[in-house]
């Protein structure tokens, strides 16, 4: 069997879902000695399953973690201060220029 060609958009998703995996372990681990531990089982995770060549097991593989990412999701996820929904979001919020202050 010859080696698959994978598209761009493939390696995206692929890509995309390593770094959904690392910040949802992000949100579960305070220490940050403890998430590297972590980080480090989740890229051996991917490593080990880059040279699958089968679509079905590839779709299954897929599959599976995006079932576990969904599992594993934090209630709570960490937002960082400025954005949307983090504590200083819109904290200082200049008044309409119609209102005037006395």
């Keep these: ?28 681990c305070v220490d940050r000695e403890a998430w590297r531990r972590k980080a480090i089982e989740i890229r051996a995770r991917f490593d080990a ?3 699958v060549n089968s679509i079905k097991h590839l779709r299954a593989l ?11 999701r934090h209630p709570d996820p960490y937002r960082y201060p400025t954005a949307p929904g983090g504590t200083k979001w819109e904290r200082h919020i200049p008044p309409t220029p119609h209102v005037t202050i006395q």
């Design 49 to 51: 399953n880059k040279n």
């Design 62 to 72: 897929l599959e599976d973690a995006e079932n576990e990412l969904e599992k594993y």
């Design 1 to 28: 069997m010859s080696q698959i060609s994978f598209s761009v958009a493939h390696k995206r998703y692929v890509s995309s879902l390593y770094r959904r995996a690392l910040k949802t372990s992000l949100d579960w």
